[in-house]
């Protein structure tokens, strides 16, 4: 039989919900100003921002900072809280935890003790963090 006439799966189908998820938060990791977004959240943990504040940072309008913050949410990798009226968004961590997870499971071909340095400096926050050559941080 021909290898070319046989049936295959779309890339998305062949992923699985996993891969589905993880394509949606690089996805929405993958434009400027939600990646922006979501490393300021994560330098206000544990008490988040206002969409307010986060637009004022951003100097982005708020009903455009609110989409992002859609985005995000949708991806799992910021939430919300209602207090009172005021509604706080913090970077979801552990769905940021996830996404490592997913990325790296593989790593070393599952030799935890070959990749015990990338995993402890994901953990302790040590890791070296030095942008390519010419690339802004």
Same mark, same amino acid.
């Given at each position: !039989?021909?290898?070319? /006439?046989?049936?295959?799966?779309?890339?998305?189908e062949?992923?699985?919900?996993?891969?589905? %998820?993880? +394509?949606? =938060?690089?996805?929405a990791? #993958?434009?400027?100003?939600?990646? /922006?977004? &979501?490393? &300021? +959240?994560?330098? $206000?943990?544990p008490?988040g921002?206002?969409?307010?504040?986060?637009?004022l940072? !951003?100097?982005?309008?708020?009903?455009?900072?609110?989409?992002?913050? *859609?985005? +995000?949410s949708? /991806?799992q990798?910021?939430?919300?809280?209602?207090?009172?009226?005021?509604?706080?968004? %913090?970077a979801?961590?552990?769905? !940021?935890?996830? @996404? @490592?997870?997913?990325? +790296? *499971?593989?790593?070393?071909?599952?030799?935890?003790?070959?990749?015990?340095?990338v &995993?402890?400096?994901?953990?302790t926050?040590?890791? =070296? $963090?030095?942008? /390519?050559? #010419?690339?802004?941080?």
């Amino acid at each position: !039989m021909n290898e070319a /006439a046989l049936p295959t799966a779309a890339p998305s189908e062949s992923l699985g919900a996993s891969g589905q %998820r993880a +394509l949606g =938060a690089l996805a929405a990791l #993958g434009q400027q100003t939600r990646l /922006a977004i &979501f490393k &300021f +959240l994560v330098s $206000h943990e544990p008490c988040g921002r206002t969409v307010g504040e986060i637009a004022l940072a !951003m100097q982005c309008p708020q009903n455009t900072t609110s989409g992002h913050l *859609a985005i +995000l949410s949708r /991806a799992q990798l910021v939430t919300s809280t209602r207090q009172g009226r005021t509604v706080i968004y %913090r970077a979801d961590l552990a769905g !940021m935890r996830w @996404l @490592l997870e997913y990325l +790296l *499971a593989d790593c070393c071909n599952g030799d935890a003790s070959m990749c015990a340095t990338v &995993f402890s400096s994901l953990c302790t926050g040590d890791c =070296a $963090h030095s942008p /390519a050559e #010419g690339q802004p941080d």
